[in-house]
């Protein structure tokens, strides 16, 4: 496990950027922490640093972003999926494939659907209102 502690927005892209240089096709990362925490400042940094150039959003009622890319990366927000069914009309396990990189945030609603290697990026509050504490694991040992 590494962790890094952020006091920005700029501090949490820096940390992104750093964390995706190390991503590959077939990666899903699932975030934990909550709202506001930063979790989609943190794809923003991830996508810009895998050089794709769109506007970063939370997906939260789209349910996934699409951002292209020479490896594809989808953003999903699973906060209203509630049930074995809602995930599966998301068409979430279509996405996952070796030219895919899926961000998920809210991870926690479809935990024992994750694959194996799956790279948790917890996200907590740190001793002031702006400071995360940001714990990377998991993905086959490189975190």
Known sequence: MKTFFSQSE????AVACGFASELRGGDVVAFRGGMGMGKTVFVRGCACALGVDADVSSPTFSIVNDYGGDINIYHFDMYRVESWDSLYSTGFFDYMNDNSILFIEWSENI??????NTIYVN???GENENERRIEICG????W
Do not use: K, S, W
Not at 10 to 13: K, V
Not at 111 to 116: A, C, F, G, I, R
Not at 139 to 142: A, E, L, N, Q, Y
């Open 10 to 13: 700029n501090d949490t892209i």
């Open 111 to 116: 935990e024992n659907v994750l694959p194996e």
């Open 139 to 142: 993905g086959d040992g490189r």
């Open 123 to 125: 996200f907590t509050r």
